[in-house]
């Protein structure tokens, strides 16, 4: 198994900017989540959706930020329009049921000039 | 507010030392722990996990629990420069808490 991919690993932008994250999950997963890691926050929880469908977005920081799943292979995150404060690793994750193991991708390094 | 909380480090041990890492947490009804291990430039992945009953051995790893302090612990034994990495503990994920079940992580250098 390949594990959870992201793309891309890496993204420069600048500021006023649309940035879209893209995951694929673990084949048979049901359960996918989206965090943010910076060092002043730690690994903040953005959403997170089970069997495709958006459960929990309470972490979403504001209405820049959205994310959908629109079949069970694949995960969008995006920024619009991107701020500087934005600038953070971005990891994807999943799991087979909502209570057990998460299996995080590589993460993408976000920079917003 | 987080589930769980973490001492904060960094830690810097010598080859070969003894290291606890520790948290504690909010919640008394929680029945497991998980420890996840992430290297520099790449996503945390499960270390061990405990239930709240005890005390999980695994190599030169032990998990710990202490239900009446609501602290979890994560000791290495003999610690080895390719430890070197930071150490999250976590809750699994509820959608009640609306909250990051982990912890802030702690990082952690063993120097040769």
């Known amino acids: 198994d390949a594990g959870v991919i992201q793309s891309p690993r890496h993204e420069v932008t600048e500021m006023g900017q649309e940035v879209t994250l893209r995951c694929k999950p673990i084949s048979g997963h049901n359960s996918l989540f989206w965090y943010r890691q910076t060092m002043m926050r730690g690994l903040e929880l953005l959403i997170y959706f089970n069997n495709n469908v958006p459960i929990d977005d309470s972490g979403m920081p504001e209405d820049r930020f959205s994310a959908k799943m629109p079949n069970a292979s694949f995960s969008t995150l995006k920024i619009q329009p991107s701020e500087p404060r934005d600038s953070a690793v971005y990891f994807c994750?999943?799991?087979?049921?909502?209570?057990?193991?998460?299996?995080f991708g590589p993460g993408t390094r976000l920079l917003v000039l | 507010q987080k589930e769980v909380e973490q001492d904060p480090g960094p830690l810097s041990v010598p080859e070969g030392a003894i290291v606890s890492l520790n948290c504690t947490y909010s919640n008394s009804a929680f029945q497991y722990f998980m420890w996840y291990r992430q290297y520099s430039r790449k996503g945390p992945e499960l270390l061990m996990y405990t239930y709240s009953s005890g005390n999980k051995e695994d190599g030169r790893f032990t998990a710990q629990v202490d239900k009446s302090s609501k602290y979890i612990s994560l000791f290495i034994r003999d610690s080895q420069p390719s430890d070197s990495a930071t150490y999250l503990c976590a809750i699994p994920f509820n959608t009640n808490a609306g909250k990051s079940t982990f912890g802030d992580g702690t990082t952690l250098t063993v120097k040769p």
């Open positions: 994750a999943s799991s087979p049921g909502q209570r057990q193991t998460q299996y």
